[in-house]
C-alpha cells in the first residue's frame, strides 16, 4: 500500500493534466447520466445497483473534478496576478501554469469505495448478466440506444481509468479494501428488504431481486445448487455462496487497483 509520502504531491501538475482528468470524468458522467435516463423506470431505477453504482460513480467524479478546478483556478488566477507587471510572462502564464492537487484522503477514501462499486456492476455485468440476456450478450450492451453500454462499460472503465491514473495520493491501507465492500453487501439487504417486506418483484419473470445471481427466490435459495435451473432468472447456485466469491473477488480487484495506484504514484513521484 502507499506509504506517507505518496500523500505529499510535490510534483506540480500542468494544464494539459487538468484537461485530461477533466475529459475523462465529463464523459463518464455524461455516458453515465444518458444510461440511466434513458432506462429510466420510475421509483424502481433506485432498486438497481447499476443505478444506485453510477448514481455515486457521478457524484465521486463530478466532486473530484469541482475540487481540481478550484484547484487549478487558484494557481491560474495566481500565476496571473504576478504576471501582471511582466508583459512577457502574462503571455505565458496560461500555458506555464502549475497546480497541486490537495484533495483530502477522506475523499479519497469515498471515492475508491465508489470505484469498487462500479467495478462490481462492470464485472457482474460482462460475466453474469449479458451471457445470460435473451439478446444475447452484444445485444444486452447495445439495446435501447447503447444505454446499458453506457452504464455498464463505459461509464465504470473510465471511472477506474481516472482511480488508477489520478488518484495517485490516496494513502490507502488493507482495511480499505475491506470498508470498499460495505456498499455492495448493503445494497443486497437493500434489495432483500424491498423484497420481503415492501412485496417488490422484479422483471418479467417477478423475481425477489433485481438480477438473477440475487436471486433467492430460486430453486437454489440462499444455501442450495440447483445447477440443472441454470436460466436468466438464476444461476442454479446459493446466493450465500455466490457473495462469498463475489466480495473474495473484489478484494481482489481492489488490491489490483491500488497496486497499479501506488505504481502510479512512485512513477509520478519521481519525475
Same mark, same amino acid.
Given at each position: 500500500?502507499?506509504?506517507?509520502?505518496?500523500?505529499?504531491?510535490?510534483?506540480?501538475? /500542468?494544464?494539459?493534466?487538468?484537461?485530461?482528468?477533466?475529459?475523462?470524468?465529463?464523459?463518464? #458522467?455524461?455516458?453515465?447520466?444518458?444510461?440511466?435516463?434513458?432506462?429510466?423506470?420510475?421509483?424502481?431505477?433506485?432498486?438497481?445497483? /447499476?443505478?444506485?453504482?453510477?448514481?455515486? #460513480?457521478?457524484?465521486?467524479?463530478?466532486?473530484?473534478?469541482?475540487?481540481?478546478?478550484?484547484?487549478?483556478?487558484?494557481?491560474?488566477?495566481?500565476?496571473?496576478?504576478?504576471?501582471?507587471?511582466?508583459?512577457?510572462?502574462?503571455?505565458?502564464?496560461?500555458?506555464?501554469?502549475?497546480?497541486?492537487?490537495?484533495?483530502?484522503?477522506?475523499?479519497?477514501?469515498?471515492?475508491?469505495?465508489?470505484?469498487?462499486?462500479?467495478?462490481?456492476? *462492470?464485472?457482474?455485468?460482462?460475466?453474469?448478466?449479458?451471457? /445470460?440476456?435473451?439478446?444475447?450478450? &452484444?445485444?444486452?450492451?447495445?439495446?435501447?440506444?447503447?444505454?446499458?453500454?453506457?452504464?455498464?462499460?463505459?461509464?465504470?472503465?473510465?471511472?477506474?481509468?481516472?482511480?488508477?491514473?489520478?488518484?495517485?495520493?490516496?494513502?490507502?491501507?488493507?482495511?480499505?479494501?475491506?470498508?470498499?465492500? &460495505?456498499?455492495?453487501?448493503?445494497?443486497?439487504?437493500?434489495?432483500?428488504?424491498?423484497?420481503?417486506?415492501?412485496?417488490?418483484?422484479?422483471?418479467?419473470?417477478?423475481?425477489?431481486?433485481?438480477?438473477?445471481?440475487?436471486?433467492?427466490?430460486?430453486?437454489?435459495?440462499?444455501?442450495?445448487?440447483?445447477?440443472?435451473? *441454470?436460466?436468466?432468472?438464476?444461476?442454479?447456485?446459493? &446466493?450465500?455462496?455466490?457473495?462469498?466469491? *463475489? /466480495?473474495?473477488?473484489?478484494?481482489?480487484?481492489?488490491?489490483?487497483?491500488?497496486?497499479?495506484?501506488?505504481?502510479?504514484?512512485?512513477?509520478?513521484?519521481?519525475?
Amino acid at each position: 500500500m502507499a506509504n506517507d509520502s505518496m500523500l505529499e504531491q510535490k510534483t506540480p501538475l /500542468t494544464a494539459r493534466e487538468y484537461a485530461t482528468r477533466t475529459a475523462i470524468r465529463t464523459i463518464a #458522467i455524461i455516458a453515465s447520466v444518458y444510461g440511466m435516463a434513458a432506462s429510466w423506470e420510475g421509483l424502481m431505477t433506485f432498486t438497481y445497483f /447499476t443505478n444506485l453504482s453510477n448514481l455515486m #460513480i457521478c457524484v465521486a467524479l463530478a466532486g473530484s473534478l469541482l475540487l481540481d478546478t478550484a484547484a487549478f483556478m487558484r494557481a491560474r488566477n495566481s500565476v496571473d496576478s504576478a504576471a501582471q507587471q511582466d508583459s512577457a510572462a502574462q503571455q505565458d502564464s496560461a500555458a506555464s501554469c502549475a497546480w497541486f492537487d490537495s484533495k483530502s484522503n477522506a475523499w479519497y477514501i469515498f471515492k475508491f469505495m465508489m470505484t469498487i462499486s462500479i467495478a462490481v456492476t *462492470f464485472t457482474l455485468y460482462l460475466c453474469f448478466l449479458a451471457p /445470460t440476456n435473451k439478446l444475447g450478450f &452484444v445485444g444486452a450492451y447495445m439495446n435501447n440506444g447503447c444505454s446499458s453500454l453506457c452504464v455498464h462499460a463505459v461509464a465504470p472503465l473510465l471511472a477506474i481509468a481516472d482511480f488508477v491514473l489520478f488518484d495517485y495520493r490516496f494513502r490507502s491501507t488493507r482495511a480499505h479494501l475491506y470498508v470498499s465492500t &460495505v456498499p455492495p453487501l448493503a445494497y443486497v439487504a437493500y434489495a432483500a428488504m424491498l423484497s420481503e417486506f415492501a412485496g417488490v418483484r422484479w422483471g418479467v419473470h417477478a423475481m425477489r431481486a433485481p438480477y438473477n445471481f440475487l436471486n433467492y427466490g430460486a430453486p437454489a435459495g440462499w444455501f442450495g445448487f440447483a445447477p440443472q435451473t *441454470f436460466n436468466a432468472t438464476t444461476l442454479g447456485v446459493g &446466493v450465500a455462496y455466490l457473495l462469498i466469491v *463475489f /466480495t473474495l473477488i473484489f478484494i481482489g480487484v481492489g488490491s489490483v487497483f491500488l497496486a497499479l495506484k501506488d505504481a502510479r504514484a512512485r512513477a509520478i513521484l519521481k519525475e
